[in-house]
């Protein structure tokens, strides 16, 4: 673990380094900076970034089918109206989506998915490091500093090259939500039961747990941006964000998560200053959910989803999407979305376009269980 | 597969992740008999009670000497510094402790790990008081460990001459007052005389137990008794000073005479008394009685069932106070393997959950803040009673809140853990539907493991 403080003071050790000849001559670290930010719990792509313009959309989502407003992006997709920051970085060109994209993972655990997607590898556990970390190794120098907002290094960032992890106070984490998970878990213990809705009432009186309107999730934005700026700061950073499984009630937590991920992003933009042009960040989730909205007013886990990137060297303004449709026979299984996009396609592109590195050599060190085939032309060239 | 579950939580210590349940649960557990080790290196290398002692004079010499500086130079009493000498026992304590955590997270026979940490409860010293601050340790492992297979009359002797429990209970400046030292002092007008503090705890907590037949004059008598076993190493007259630091039989305060326990008399001179005394009082039905019953509650449930209390007492009295023999009673009896399950305290829960994720080492400061935090701080139950040993003084609200938040703490520093196939690891054939539904839907691998510290299943054992 390493504090801001210690990161700080190495940055101040590094630039006075650079006067030292051994290293004057060492290969110059990219001034190029990734973001990853992993929507754990599988966030629902069909909610985010709603196929309005598909006929069968409203019929599958019932109740859930009004997002309430958004913007228009094309004919065919809306973009939730929680992310008013990020409706503001497309219209800039600066964000770009791709619609029914899925890592190569086919069943619904959500610990198997994030694995398959942190990996790279084609099943689950099938390896040990992350595509993060094998990313470290392809860059120029080698020595690029990475680091994960976590209190521990995640799966995606495991691996032979060292990272450093930084756990902030306001992580936008789910600790609400795995306390409603406590909840629900002690239902059926009546000791249990009666202690923790005497503990949850007792706590609620003391300290009012009021929704912050997502200040928690822009203190993260603006502290990862800090820990990336100046000649040390980390070139590789990977924030995790939880709280996307919203099995019921989806409409109001959804669009909470949306409001924290809208103004962590925006932190993310504002704090790194003029080092946004050099900056890209992908946002993903291990798959995406149900077409149909279930019986409580939720999705299930699902298959076809929605990644995007966003960053000055995006070419955005654009959804892609090799739209199957929503009929019942377009969707995967008779339940989900149907991916025609390798996920692992979309980040192999995209990271290869943003550091300059050969498209296929990246595709294969990077996501050994992909489909190989790196999209060109995600980044402005 | 029920029974390995018991075998590992409810017997040992909770189950270790990547370990393999025990195939032969009764077999697992008699054979850490022969696995225990009474005195690994981590506890070799750590200093003993005569050390700590010395550190103890220390600490309390210059404690002395900043208040006799602070008045001859008429300043202002200041605390701070007359307490700063006592650090070095407080790390020697938050040092011990954390071997005590780590050994429990790694020793190859936690069921016997388990009965230490009994017996030290059993037996109780406190740290609030100072002079047992840097000792608590060295009484467990001196003391407690080398003597838990051994006779109950073994671990008694160990116990109550050990500097830790003599200095706790005020056994140690107990002046007999027809002592040689107790004449002189009578002359000179100094009020010196006995202290029946440890005498009746020990009828009362240690062996007979309270209201079960003894008196005032028991504990008159049995303090006269132990009048010389002391401390050497401490005394500032070097009448007491002893051979050097560690227990001591101070014949110059011993109380001469005939003295008369329970009924019994007690002719021996000297030290020889009181140790007859104590293996009596060992071997006494009411000692059975009460040590059957503490087991029974530890292993049986809050309600010790009678049927368990009255074999293990049986088992106590025919073997001569046979720790083993009793352990193995325990291991026999089907009230534990189907009993009601027992709420785990903070320490259990603590070593339950740090042994699921694979910890093995913690250092000391995290060590002491856990427990801290949970309510059960390592050697300070607060008095020489110990800690409760039922539901009631554990499961309580915040209590229960703050494991949680705990358990979200250790699944997010734990690393990548599968919680779906540790759960079936550590409660074999045990695992309730709920909880593995919960663990399996839960977003992410961390919430399914800190759902999984949490669960019901791990509360208890």
Do not use: C
Not at chain 1, 65 to 73: F, H, Q, V, Y
Not at chain 1, 173 to 202: C, F, K, N
């Amino acid at each position: 673990m390493i504090d801001r403080r210690s990161l700080l003071t190495h940055g101040a050790m590094l630039s006075g380094a650079l006067f030292a000849p051994q290293i004057a001559w060492a290969a110059v670290p990219t001034e190029r900076r990734l973001v990853f930010v992993i929507q754990r719990g599988a966030a629902d792509g069909l909610a985010t970034l709603a196929p309005t313009g598909d006929p069968a959309y409203a019929g599958l989502r019932g109740e859930l089918a009004n997002i309430g407003g958004g913007t228009k992006l094309d004919g065919m997709f809306t973009l939730h109206p929680a992310l008013t920051q990020l409706a503001g970085r497309y219209l800039a060109g600066e964000a770009l989506f791709v619609h029914a994209t899925a890592s190569p993972y086919r069943d619904r655990s959500h610990f198997d998915g994030q694995n398959v997607l942190e990996t790279g590898g084609k099943l689950p556990y099938d390896r040990d490091d992350g595509w993060m970390n094998r990313l470290i190794g392809l860059l120029p120098g080698g020595a690029a500093k990475a680091l994960a907002l976590a209190p521990a290094i995640p799966t995606a960032l495991r691996g032979a090259a060292s990272v450093s992890s930084y756990a902030p106070t306001n992580l936008p984490d789910a600790s609400a939500e795995y306390l409603q998970r406590i909840g629900r878990l002690y239902a059926g213990d009546p000791q249990l039961h009666a202690l923790w809705s005497e503990a949850v009432q007792t706590r609620a009186m003391a300290e009012n747990l009021v929704e912050d309107g997502g200040r928690g999730a822009a203190a993260s934005g603006k502290m990862a941006a800090s820990l990336m700026t100046g000649p040390a700061g980390a070139r590789l950073v990977m924030i995790e964000s939880n709280g996307w499984d919203t099995h019921a009630g989806q409409r109001g937590r959804l669009a909470n998560q949306l409001i924290g991920l809208d103004a962590l992003l925006a932190a993310l933009h504002d704090g790194l200053g003029t080092a946004w042009a050099d900056t890209l960040v992908i946002v993903a989730t291990e798959f995406g959910r149900t077409a149909a909205v279930n019986g409580t007013g939720g999705t299930d886990h699902g298959t076809g989803g929605m990644a995007f990137m966003l960053g000055g060297t995006v070419k955005g303004g654009r959804v892609l999407a090799d739209w199957p449709g929503l009929s019942q026979s377009a969707l995967y299984e008779g339940r989900d979305l149907r991916p025609t996009t390798p996920l692992d396609s979309v980040l192999s592109g995209a990271i290869a376009g943003h550091f300059g590195l050969d498209p296929v050599r990246a595709a294969r060190t990077l996501f050994p269980g992909g489909a190989g085939r790196p999209l060109e032309g995600l980044i402005r060239t | 597969m029920r029974e390995s579950s018991v075998a590992l939580n409810r017997f040992g210590l909770g189950g270790r992740r990547g370990d393999v349940p025990p195939p032969e649960p009764k077999r697992w557990l008699l054979d850490q008999f022969g696995r225990f080790d009474p005195s690994p290196p981590a506890i070799r290398e750590l200093p003993g009670s005569p050390a700590l002692v010395t550190m103890f004079r220390e600490a309390r010499d210059n404690q002395r000497e900043a208040k006799r500086q602070a008045e001859a130079a008429d300043a202002k009493p200041d605390i701070a510094p007359e307490l700063r000498p006592y650090r070095t026992l407080r790390d020697a304590y938050g040092q011990a402790a954390a071997v005590r955590t780590n050994l429990a997270l790694t020793a190859p026979a936690p069921f016997v790990e388990r009965l230490v940490h009994f017996w030290a409860n059993h037996f109780a010293v406190s740290t609030d008081k100072l002079v047992t601050l840097g000792l608590a340790g060295a009484f467990e492992f001196e003391a407690i460990r080398p003597n838990v297979l051994g006779k109950f009359a073994d671990l008694l002797l160990a116990v109550e001459r050990h500097p830790a429990m003599l200095l706790y209970l005020d056994q140690a400046q107990s002046v007999g007052p027809d002592s040689m030292l107790g004449q002189i002092a009578a002359r000179r007008g100094n009020k010196r005389g006995l202290n029946e503090n440890l005498a009746r705890e020990i009828l009362e907590l240690h062996t007979l137990g309270v209201r079960s037949g003894y008196g005032q004059q028991d504990v008159t008598e049995l303090a006269r008794a132990l009048t010389g076993w002391s401390v050497g190493g401490l005394a500032q007259q070097p009448m007491l000073r002893g051979p050097g630091p560690g227990y001591w039989f101070a014949a110059p305060i011993h109380q001469p005479g005939e003295r008369k326990v329970l009924g019994t008399r007690y002719e021996q001179a000297g030290e020889a008394q009181g140790e007859a005394i104590l293996r009596d009082l060992a071997a006494h039905p009411a000692t059975a009685r009460h040590i059957a019953t503490k087991l029974a509650r530890h292993f049986g449930g809050d309600e010790p069932p009678l049927a368990l209390v009255s074999r293990l007492e049986q088992a106590f009295l025919t073997s001569g106070g046979d720790l083993p023999t009793i352990y193995r009673t325990l291991i026999e009896a089907p009230e534990v393997w189907t009993g009601p399950p027992k709420f785990r305290t903070p320490w259990d829960w603590t070593l339950a959950a740090l042994r699921a994720v694979g910890t093995e080492s913690l250092p000391a400061l995290m060590n002491a803040n856990a427990f801290n935090q949970l309510g059960q701080p390592v050697w300070r139950p607060g008095s020489p009673a110990g800690w409760d040993d039922t539901a009631p003084s554990w499961a309580g609200p915040d209590a229960l809140y703050r494991r949680v938040e705990v358990a979200e703490r250790i699944a997010s520093r734990a690393g990548p853990i599968d919680a779906r196939a540790l759960a079936e690891q550590l409660f074999p054939g045990s695992l309730a539907d709920g909880t593995r539904k919960a663990i399996a839907g839960a977003e992410s691998p961390v919430q399914a493991l800190a759902l999984l510290l949490a669960s019901p299943e791990m509360m208890r054992r």
